[in-house]
């Protein structure tokens, strides 16, 4: 009898373990669940990071004496563009740059109404693929140096962004940009920048920053 009522206190306990073991297995697990579930949440309603601009940008420009290809290289490294430079298939020479002699080829050259200067290449390797074109160039007579002209007229900005720059130590911008956007005749054209001399690589890197491309 002793043995017997013995046997059913053991099986009682063993059973009251096994109950207590699965209570709180159960609770482990639902606790295990429900912290999960929190951290999904809160991963699912935290703010994504920005994405990187996906557009396609170039920079094309024209430089006779270095300024304005200086400008050009500082706000292509600030926006991961490319760059292009609109090269006339004869340069330049000092002596043709020499604006104060009429006999300068410069001058003639002004005195052209067409103001054709042909270039060694006019059409960027796939120009069509790019989504924005920042087009620069030095001031010559108070308007963007013409070397520019047949890059304008040769290529199709249709669907483009376009943005002008120009280079010089004592005329504004002014009528340039509207002038470019005119020889173009396509593309979706912004305001335009002039920069003094080279500009300052904290002015250059703020413009182009703030382009927001």
């Given at each position: 009898m002793k043995n017997w009522k013995r046997m059913l206190g053991i099986?009682?306990?063993?059973a009251?373990?096994?109950?207590?073991?699965?209570?709180g297995g159960t609770g482990s697990t639902a606790s295990s669940s429900s912290n999960a579930a929190v951290k999904t949440q809160a991963a699912a309603s935290a703010p994504k990071?920005?994405?990187a601009s996906k557009k396609k940008i170039l920079v094309a420009y024209f430089s006779a004496t270095g300024s304005t290809k200086a400008v050009d290289e500082t706000a292509a490294q600030t926006l991961h563009a490319d760059l292009f430079e609109i090269t006339p298939a004869q340069p330049y020479t000092d002596a043709d740059?020499?604006?104060r002699d009429d006999a300068s080829r410069v001058s003639k050259e002004h005195n052209d109404p067409n103001r054709h200067t042909e270039l060694q290449n006019p059409t960027?390797?796939?120009f069509s693929s790019y989504d924005v074109v920042l087009v620069g160039a030095p001031i010559w007579w108070h308007e963007a140096a013409w070397p520019i002209n047949?890059?304008?007229t040769k290529n199709d900005f249709t669907g483009k962004t376009v943005v002008p720059f120009v280079t010089s130590y004592s005329d504004p911008?002014?009528?340039s940009g509207k002038k470019m956007e005119a020889l173009a005749g396509?593309?979706?054209?912004?305001e335009g920048m002039r920069f003094k001399g080279r500009g300052s690589q904290d002015e250059i890197e703020a413009w182009a920053k703030g382009l927001k491309f």
């Open positions: 099986v009682a306990l063993a009251l373990g096994l109950v207590t073991a699965a209570c990071p920005a994405t740059l020499d604006y960027p390797p796939n047949d890059f304008l911008l002014g009528d396509t593309g979706n054209w912004q």
